[in-house]
């Protein structure tokens, strides 16, 4: 199994950027494919975005694609969340995932090992 330790929430005005980071332990890194999930106050989990195995593959929500960047450095076992274009609407607890699958995960329901969260707020 692998373990994962997201970093790098904090709090940011409309406009800026933030970096999310997702540390992994465990199995070989590599064998993962990662997403990004979000949940804000008194809604559901949402999909972010995601990236395959090897980095090749990626894809996001409509709501963020064009502002956030998902990658991902197998010799560090980091996946990132570049986050741009920051909206008010982008605050919640942004979660990372793990999956070892042939394809790619786009569903929660796909994804077998969590982190615990961090938090980001956006101030308007």
């Known amino acids: 199994q692998v373990q994962l330790v997201e970093s790098g929430g904090g709090l940011a005005q409309a406009g800026g950027s933030l970096r999310l980071s997702c540390a992994a332990s465990?199995?070989?890194?590599?064998?993962?494919?990662m997403g990004w999930f979000r949940q804000a106050p008194g809604k559901d989990r949402e999909f972010v975005a995601a990236v395959s195995r090897s980095g090749t593959s990626t894809y996001y929500a409509d709501s963020v694609k064009g502002r956030f960047t998902i990658s991902r450095d197998n010799i560090k076992n980091t996946a990132y969340l570049q986050m741009n274009s920051l909206k008010p609407e982008d605050t919640a607890v942004y979660y990372c995932a793990a999956r070892s699958s042939l394809w790619l995960p786009l569903s929660g329901d796909e994804y077998r090992y969590w982190g615990q969260g961090t938090r980001v707020t956006v101030s308007s």
């Open positions: 465990g199995r070989p890194f590599s064998e993962y494919n």
